[in-house]
């Protein structure tokens, strides 16, 4: 990574990594690709941590370690980790740390009082006065909250209000696997999360793939994805447990991922099928999973190499619908019958358009459901089982980069869940009496920790569709898998044999 885009810090759980063989622990570092790595308090184990320094070319940080302040400067960026808190306030204030962009400690977590019914920040007097001596805002990272953790405290220190930005870095929890977490972390504060499940490296990477096959796998010879890609069907079968069907998603999988790209499945032509369709790729961005607001629309024409987009940048909850106006009415302008092509936009961005044009632009109804064509990638490759892609997952910033669609700049310090949660705060806030945008946004700023960057938001809509677009047209060139037996695949088949990790991916 550039210095320009931020530096990549890699949190990790000990027991969420202690299963991984040496050939999976290096291929989640290699697919990461951090600046450093940082090993988080709970469940700290050295043994881990050893494997951990043999395995990284960088600099490793255990919060298990001796009760230290360290600093490291990677990528144009300073991190200051702290063993605690109170070790903050020892150090003099023409002292390195002052000038740090980050401060990692796990001691700072959200404490309950059930007794008074209010949450305060553990470790916030020492932090303040900290952050008080420090040249700018200093955004704090903690082990002791999961990476989707992100929120702004302004306690009141020595009568003094102090606001303390806090995003959490530990891996994510989920049903199965931990999902491991790399925060990619700007000079602005900006922190854009990117995360894979800790069973999806090694050979586990593989469709079908757990603990017990992987090491039938190993026995016979198997130790890496490559050697499984460029073995035969017949030759998997022949593996204890491992079926004909077992063996062909194995394979497919096997060879999406050790040569990076798509494996047809199918014939079935790529949507939009009819030759005179030009396809219109499409995103939305919206305050949430269940939005109350869509506040940027991006499209992507390939057949122009045109993009547009339709933003609100003083969005209100009393005008929810101001984007999808602009954006079906220009819609309808320019195109007679035009074909929408979005990823998971049967269950996102389709289902929400249409709710938002039946309710704040009715009279685009008809236009909306009679005219306009809409298809879903994902829906496509993934669901109806027509094509294996070379992602970790099937998130499509995973499967672009595979395909070596990298991200740079702005986009690449942002992540949707975070620009969502930096809009709901936007709406949330009091809009001063007789304020204007410029206005609204120097509070929004005051009152979230970070202000909303609208040219870097308008820069990660495009690069979704543009990616979205460079991936539709891997799919449509890759060729038909051949192979001993090719499988028969219906729509509504279940994605679970596939590598994504389900609804929170989006």
Known sequence: MSDEDGADLLALRCDAVADLDDTALRDALEYFDPDLVYVVRESSDVRVVSRLRRAFDGPVVSAGGPADVRTETVAGITFVFAGSASLLEDHSEDDETQTAEYVVCDDIEPTADAVMLEASLAGREPLARYQSRASGTVTVLTGALEASYDHVWEPTVDREGVRIPVRGVAPLRRSGAAELACLTCDRRGSVAVSSAPADRFGLRALANVGPTTAQRLRTNGYETRAAVAETTEADLRSIEGIGAS????????????????????????????AETATPLFVDIETDGLQPTIIWLIGVYDPQRDAYVDFVDTDPSRDEPGATTRKFVSWLAAEYDAPSL?????????YKHLERFIARDVPEFRDYWREDVFTYDLYDWAVRCEHAVLPGRTNRLEDVAEALGCDRAGAAAALDGKSLAERIRRLLESERPSG????????????????????????????????????????????????????????????????TQTGLADF
């Open 246 to 273: 077992t063996a062909r998603a194995i394979r497919h999988n096997a060879r999406a991922l050790a040569e990076s790209r798509v494996v047809r499945r199918t014939d079935e032509p790529v949507p939009p099928a």
């Open 341 to 349: 092509v979005a990823w998971n936009g049967h269950a996102f961005d």
């Open 435 to 498: 304020a204007g945008p410029e206005d609204r946004a120097a509070a929004t700023a005051a009152s979230t920790g970070t202000a909303i960057d609208w040219a870097a938001a308008r820069e990660y809509c495009e690069a979704d569709v543009r990616e979205l677009a460079a991936v539709a047209e891997a799919i449509a060139a890759a060729p038909l898998e051949t192979g001993e037996a090719q499988t028969e695949t219906g729509r509504g088949r279940s994605a679970d044999d596939s």
